[in-house]
């Protein structure tokens, strides 16, 4: 049987919160976890979750993650609870404390889950910030690592806004040891901090930041790509839609990458705009297969916090 550790940090608010060791550690779960070979019983503990951002995937996904792990999920919604009616998270965060085992939070501010870690005696777990989307880049690298087995000769080109799932792509690639390639159109480049962060963590780090999206795909090995709006920017949509024009991930643009390249995307899609339909449902797609590993890699870290 596959004996793991507890990871080194209580909380998981960033790509960064975990070693590589830790990080592989996680997809070795992972991989058990999919294949039916462990099963781990965390008596009835309770995952809480706090949404303050619609979902499907993290939402669905943490939950059955939790209930495989014999654990129960506590759905708190900030419409039908008193966050919503503006209870500070110094109270909320002490309280439910008492309550769940784990919260997973998906909000706006970073600063939020920061306030949340300040006052809960719980594991904190970023579930989506503007800033950063760490379990999301998990379920990436561990289908990149089902496809290619190690990070050693990947290169990861992310075609679009850098928003948060590129920056948590970008520390992830600094950890595992991938190149990582951001194409986007001018002004829509990744945060200058998290940049800074992943060369101070690897200084060898390969990260190309360009606007040349056909030279970004050259020999890439992964094609990835998000919505050009993310939730919270609908006033931006139709100036964002005009300034991404041309960075759609098509058969054209697959056919510049390596051969054996696969395309990936944290869905939800908008066919026809930042990918196709074509290339959605194509053979070299592993669309639904990351979004299958969301579970996996959730019920790993879960597993990880919580023994």
Known sequence: MFKFSKLTRSNYLSSLDTTKEELLQIFKLAKLFKSNSLSIDLKNKVLGLIFDKSSTRTRVSFQVAMSRLGGTTIDLNPLTSQIGRGETIKDTARVLSKYCDVLAIRTFNQSTLEEYTKWSSKPIINALTDLEHPCQALADFFTIQEEFTNFDDVVLTFI????????????????????????????????????????????????????????????????????????????????????????????????????????????????????????????????????????????????????
């Open 160 to 307: 679009g806004d850098g928003n948060n799932v590129a920056n948590s792509i970008i520390l992830c690639g600094a950890l595992c040891g991938a190149e990582i390639r951001i194409a986007c159109p001018p002004g829509y480049e990744p945060d200058s901090l998290i940049i800074e962060r992943a060369k101070e963590i690897n200084h060898n780090f390969s990260l190309v930041i360009t606007n040349d999206i056909n030279d970004a795909v050259i020999n890439a090995n992964v094609l990835y790509t998000d919505v050009w709006s993310s939730m919270g920017e609908e006033n931006l949509k139709e100036n964002k839609d005009k300034d991404f024009e041309g960075f759609t991930i098509d058969s054209e643009l697959l056919n510049k990458a390596d051969k054996t390249a696969i395309v990936l995307h944290c869905l939800p899609a908008y066919r026809g705009k930042e990918i196709t339909d074509e290339i959605i449902d194509h053979d070299r797609s592993r669309i639904f297969q990351q979004a299958e590993n969301r579970m996996h890699v959730q019920q790993a870290l879960l597993a990880c916090l919580l023994q």
